[in-house]
């Protein structure tokens, strides 16, 4: 591919673009980059000049050169400032180089850094806090199920028990029986129980006139949820949160009316917070039925009997040191929020969950390093993707489609769509949001998505979602294409046949599975290192 001489539109960052959360939506075309490319060859001594003019005394590239940017070279070039073997080293393209051979459209904006709400602003003690609580078991009532239970770094961010093939980690799905082809990938939750935390635990049958929702089939073995659990990490873009966006940007304090004003603790931007609460007090995830909020913080600041991060394993230095200054949670939350009189409350375990979430961007990936190259030579690099990554990034962003939806840096659009690609009862979006398209959940975040595959992908894992290959597959020969009533209509019009060949269909998978992985999320290091569980 040989460059062009001028630029293309800046991209815009979408300003709600979503989480979450193994693959969820369409890809579809769009160009969301800018772009960036070296001058057009000349001679090794065609003169350069002033930005605009005639060419005249400036410094010259060697032949085979590359520009930073989209000057052409030769006589007419913009302002020859230099070169060297591979780029030149100012905004201009060294007069007479050869033009670097990525085609501009590649390009996209850098991922930006993290904004916290004014009402939660960031602080050490309340990150560690939140990373304690989401590791530590004893969020459960039973002392089983740690936020960390379902959603593991190392695994992408998801569950890594919903690997393919393990019945034991699959809800039955829309037709009631177990071991059959819609069988969900979801996550292993609590057994059906009462008591916990302070009170001593009863399990038993899932009780079938329950008021929750829990699924009798379950009976006395763990209740496995009906969505797979979406990712954790980068969730911080996103407006709404969980696949339906139930979370809303709004965070209320859980104890209060949520009608009452004064309930209102983060006017925008509190998703995470939103989203920590839940998981919690729900009798199919973490808690027993009929817990309250009183409980769970009694059990907290029950120094005698509840120790941070008891049942771990292979504890972080960090956390070991921060427990070993403040060895209780009361300790620890008054750290963390030094001007509460009372630090041990609901609001104050979402802040500091949420906190910890938002230190969570995985910014390392090979894409971003080739992309730091695209925008700023001097600082990125350029060898960061392969020859056939690089094809499927064009791919990507070109006949592939996927960045009408999975728009880069975020890798979403933080929107909800239905695609149509199976028939089924989840309501989505439309369970929540009264008008919404029927069945749609939320664009996933494409972020290490090569290490959620193994468990399934889509929020059902089953189907199109069994691997990349086959969302691939399904995404270039898509089922229900002009079917009345079965897309939802903002991606319609991008479900189409895509042509793509088998070895295009190979890159691109190649740049899904390898491209967007950081390497930091893989291996489990700071900041995404964490303790082992008892369950482990």
Not at 498 to 515: G, H, Q, W
Request: charge should be negative; hydrophobic fraction near 35%.
């Amino acid at each position: 591919m040989k460059r062009k001489r001028s630029l293309g539109a800046t991209e815009l960052l979408v300003a709600s673009v979503a989480v979450a959360f193994g693959l969820a939506t369409a890809c579809g075309g769009g160009d969301d980059s800018a772009s960036s490319s070296g001058g057009s060859g000349g001679a090794s001594s065609g003169a350069g000049g002033a930005a605009g003019k005639a060419g005249s005394g400036g410094k010259t590239g060697s032949v085979g050169q590359a520009g930073t940017e989209t000057s052409a070279g030769g006589d007419e070039g913009l302002g020859g400032q230099t070169t060297t073997p591979d780029a030149g080293t100012t905004d201009t393209a060294g007069a007479g180089g050869e033009a670097d051979d990525f085609d501009p459209s590649l390009k996209s904006v850098i991922y930006g850094a993290v904004v916290f709400p004014p009402e939660n602003p960031d602080s050490p003690a309340k990150d560690m806090l939140g990373k304690i609580l989401f590791w530590d078991e004893q969020v459960g009532s039973d002392n089983t199920m740690a936020c960390g239970t379902c959603h593991r770094t190392g695994s992408g961010g998801s569950d890594p028990r919903a690997v393919n093939g393990t019945s034991a980690f699959r809800n039955p799905g829309d037709d009631g029986m177990f071991g059959t082809a819609d069988d969900i990938h979801g996550s292993q939750g609590i057994k059906y129980c009462t008591g916990g935390d302070a009170a001593a635990v009863t399990y038993a049958a899932v009780p079938s006139n329950n008021t929750e929702g829990l699924n009798p089939l379950f009976g006395t073995n763990h209740q496995v949820t009906s969505r797979k659990a979406p990712t954790y990490l980068d969730a911080f873009v996103a407006a709404n949160i969980f696949w339906d966006g139930r979370a809303t940007s709004v965070f209320k304090d859980p104890t209060m009316d949520p009608t009452d004003p004064m309930a209102v603790k983060i006017q925008a931007g509190g998703a995470l917070e939103s989203q920590s609460v839940g998981p919690p007090m729900n009798p199919g995830e973490m808690a027993c039925d009929g817990r309250t909020w009183t409980s769970l913080m009694n059990k907290l600041k029950d120094t005698a009997h509840t120790v941070p991060l008891a049942f771990a394993k292979d504890i972080p230095p960090d956390m070991v040191a921060a427990i070993a200054t403040a060895p209780n949670y009361p300790a620890l939350f008054s750290l963390a929020f030094p001007n509460d009189t009372s630090p041990v409350s609901p609001v104050n375990f979402a802040f500091a969950i949420a906190t910890h979430e938002r230190h969570l961007q995985s910014n390392q990936t090979p894409w971003d390093r080739f992309n730091q190259y695209l925008n700023d030579p001097k600082t990125g690099d350029r060898n960061a993707l392969t020859p056939g990554q690089i094809r499927g990034l064009t791919i990507f962003k070109g006949k592939g489609k996927c960045a009408t939806c999975h728009i880069p840096p975020t890798f979403t659009d933080s929107q909800f769509h239905n695609l149509g690609f199976i028939t089924e009862l989840d309501a989505g979006r439309a369970k929540i949001v009264t008008g919404a398209p029927a069945h749609s959940v939320k664009t996933a975040n494409l972020r290490n998505v090569g290490l959620r595959e193994t468990q399934g992908l889509f929020h059902y894992g089953y189907g199109p979602g069994a691997s990349l290959e086959n969302v691939v597959n399904t995404y270039n020969t898509p089922p229900n294409i002009g079917t009345p009533g079965t897309l939802d209509g903002s991606v319609a019009s991008a479900i189409t046949n895509l042509s793509l060949a088998d070895d295009e269909k190979a890159d691109l998978v190649d740049f899904l599975r390898n491209a967007l992985t950081d390497p930091r999320v893989q291996n489990e290091a700071a900041p995404f290192d964490r303790p082992r569980l008892s369950t482990e």
